[in-house]
């Protein structure tokens, strides 16, 4: 039940009113401003979202033996998997990189995307109960989901260094360079990217549950457009601009080539990458805001 | 003075597509949208229709709230009242940003907390302690603004020994407590309360006016209440709102909304007569509140004869129809009920009150056709009348509440 849009009515001011206008603190109208995105009022409840980040992870492990250990399970299997299928059942080519490391590097990187993606997309569905009671600004719920998966990122991205510091030690194959300064922009650009994302597709099904169907496997299908199995090397130059017009590639290609040295880097690609980060993030949250005023009404 | 207003609302408007969300919707979406490019008017908005929730429709699209225009003024406690569906919800939530109007606007001066249920946010698997400070923060508290008041909170809500507790773990009362305390600790300058109290033992409603009393008189801070319990809004509320249909229908002192709202009905007041539809097998077809003369009447003395009466038609194929006739006080509080089986066909019913049974008082009738754990046919329950103390032995105490009947007590006295 959409209705927050349906009329404009132009607004005129009683010229007693206009006197005092000033006064007011606040006016509750049908339609802001496009740009209108209340940030100051996201700032006043910092608080929150950081209580938010807190509830994720007290809520998540709680009544399991393991507890934060997940943390670490998750990423390990999910690379031992994919050593067994892809690399020696598949054989497909990590550019001589040490199996384990180059899976891990991936897969390390791509789950804060997927991640952050998935959670952020059912912000307004999940949370229909508390939106509905209650106002605060409705930004700090994918924030703090932007935030917590990039301290479980943390976590991961350090069991991916322990690994990676053995084969550096061990072997010589991996060769990490300079570009290595570049992760902190590589993962403030992969969680604006994921939350800009997830933010247009939180929007969009509040009206249209269609949508949330396809995020599913289109998360999934993602992946295979996304070099984390593979590297892009190892497609012919006719297909890869196919996988280098997905965003995400070249963050994943960067990580794993500051990392250990192979693979493919390019200024262009990377910038390709922030530009697409930026206008995504730009339209996911003008889109966020608008339908925030009034999607409990179509929920 | 208009520099005092707290809030003001101005033609606020709020408009409901009604039946299910799905096929059609893009295509609405599309022309409204085209509409809108042409900068012409909303297609749906204009056959709107006020929202009359008995009354069969025909549009898909309805005004829950049309053309509302009020004023508070700070330090004022308003209660809203009306009976269901009159938008009395919708009219918060809009105060409370949960939603956007359609149309108009509301102006604010201050602060506003909304507590449209209690206990928003918090979550099972965490504790009393962190729950207070996640619930706290989503009705706009800061984290130092709630750990000077975390003791004050802990000693209202009474669960101090569960503080350590994950939630999932307090009893349904321990839970509201709880969850109150928050709530009441809150500082806005306006605070909007929906119907809240009526959670919770007797004792803790108690003390949840009291506080909510202490906030607006000794704080100062501007209350918006909307509740059914007119005990409640009576003991708080020194203006009220009457709200029908989505407009509003009166506003002042409270005394008179309350009695405006008792004495509205879709129909007068103590007679209603509807014409024999045919597509309803059973009808009530007319309802009339008589005095000793056969004369309709609202108002009685407390020894006047009061005589009901009402037509049914019941020519449909059910087994099992039951008429009952109920008897209401001002807080929709149920007196008592009577039921009688119905007869087929046309059937007239007299029904005699005793008299000097009722104590000066307003009172509201209704009666009921139904067949029991079935189905509820029709309900008609906008009949009211009032009893008018013509010198009764209590007359002297004034409008002191004695209760709602003459009890005759059979005293016996024993001088010792």
Same mark, same amino acid.
Not at chain 2, 390 to 408: A, K, M, P, V, W
């Given at each position: 039940m959409d209705t927050t849009n349906v009329l404009t009515k132009p607004e005129q001011l009683s010229t007693e009113s206009s006197a005092q206008e000033d006064s007011w603190t606040e006016v509750i109208q049908p339609r802001t401003g496009l740009l209108d995105l209340g940030l100051a009022d996201v700032w006043r409840y910092r608080d929150l979202v950081m209580l938010f980040v807190r509830r994720d992870f007290v809520s998540t492990y709680k009544q399991t033996i393991l507890g934060p250990i997940w943390f670490f399970i998750q990423p390990l299997l999910t690379t031992l998997t994919y050593v067994v299928i892809f690399g020696n059942i598949a054989q497909l080519s990590t550019d001589g990189m040490p199996q384990l490391l180059f899976y891990m590097g991936g897969i390390t990187i791509w789950n804060y995307f997927a991640q952050t993606l998935t959670s952020t997309s059912t912000v307004f569905t999940a949370n229909a109960h508390i939106f509905g009671k209650v106002y605060f600004p409705r930004l700090t719920m994918p924030l703090s989901i932007v935030l917590s998966n990039l301290v479980r990122f943390g976590i991961q991205f350090a069991l991916f260094l322990m690994f990676w510091v053995y084969f550096l030690v061990t072997t010589e194959v991996v060769r990490p360079n300079a570009f290595i300064l570049l992760t902190p922009l590589l993962v403030v650009l992969m969680g604006l990217l994921s939350l800009g994302l997830g933010m247009i597709f939180s929007s969009l099904t509040t009206k249209y549950r269609d949508l949330a169907m396809l995020l599913t496997f289109g998360v999934q299908l993602l992946m295979y457009a996304t070099p984390v199995i593979y590297?892009?090397?190892?497609?012919s130059p006719k297909y890869q601009w196919l996988i280098i017009a997905n965003p995400v590639s070249s963050i994943v290609e960067t990580f794993r080539y500051a990392f250990l040295g192979a693979g493919t880097f390019s200024w262009g690609m990377l910038g390709y990458s922030a530009l697409m980060t930026l206008l995504i993030l730009m339209v996911g949250t003008i889109v966020f805001n608008k339908v925030q005023k009034s999607f409990t009404d179509t929920v | 003075m208009s520099s005092s207003l707290a809030i003001q609302v101005e033609e606020l408007g709020k408009l409901y597509r009604l039946g299910e969300i799905g096929t059609g919707t893009l295509s609405h979406d599309l022309s409204r949208w085209w509409a809108r490019v042409r900068g012409r008017e909303d297609p749906f908005a204009t056959v709107g229709e006020a929202n009359d929730r008995t009354q069969k429709g025909q549009s898909d699209y309805v005004w829950s709230l049309k053309d509302v225009n009020f004023e508070v003024k700070q330090g004022e406690v308003l209660g809203i009242i009306g009976r269901n569906g009159a938008g009395k919800s919708t009219l918060l939530k809009i105060l409370s940003k949960v939603t956007a109007p359609t149309t108009g606007r509301v102006k604010v001066k201050g602060r506003i907390a909304s507590l449209l249920e209690v206990g928003t946010g918090f979550h099972p698997e965490l504790t009393g302690r962190e729950n207070i400070f996640l619930n706290g923060a989503i009705l706009g508290m800061s984290k130092a603004e709630i750990r000077s008041k975390f003791d004050e909170i802990v000693d209202f809500s009474g669960v101090e020994r569960y503080i350590d507790t994950p939630v999932k773990r307090y009893s349904s009362g321990m839970y509201v407590r709880l969850a109150f305390a928050v709530a009441a600790f809150l500082e806005p300058e306006i605070l909007i309360v929906d119907e809240v109290l009526a959670v919770g033992d007797a004792e803790f409603q108690k003390k949840c006016i009291g506080r909510m009393k202490d906030v607006s008189i000794n704080d100062g801070r501007t209350v918006l209440f909307v509740s059914h319990n007119m005990g409640a809004v009576s003991q708080l509320c020194t203006r009220g709102l009457l709200m029908k249909f989505g407009s509003v229908l009166a506003s002042g002192p409270l005394d008179e909304v309350m009695n405006r709202y008792l004495r509205e009905g879709t129909i007068s007041s103590s007679e209603y007569h509807t014409l024999d539809d045919q597509a309803k097998p059973v009808q009530i077809l007319d309802f009339t509140i008589e005095d000793a003369n056969n004369e309709i009447s609202s108002s009685f003395g407390h020894e006047d004869q009061i005589i009901v009466g009402f037509r049914i038609k019941d020519i449909s194929n059910d087994i099992g129809v039951i008429c009952s006739l109920g008897l209401q006080d001002i807080h929709e509080r149920k007196i008592f009920t009577e039921q009688i089986d119905l007869g087929k066909g046309y059937t007239s019913h007299m029904v005699q009150l005793p008299v000097g049974l009722l104590r000066p008082n307003s009172f509201r009738l209704s009666v009921a056709i139904h067949i029991p754990n079935v189905k509820v046919i029709e309900i008609l329950d906008s009949m009211s009348f009032e009893i008018v103390d013509? /010198?009764?032995?209590?007359?002297?105490? /004034?409008?002191?509440?004695? /209760?709602?009947?003459?009890?005759?007590l059979g005293w016996k006295i024993t001088n010792e």
């Open positions: 590297p892009l090397s190892s497609l | 013509r /010198g009764s032995e209590f007359s002297i105490y /004034g409008n002191t509440d004695n /209760g709602f009947l003459f009890s005759r």
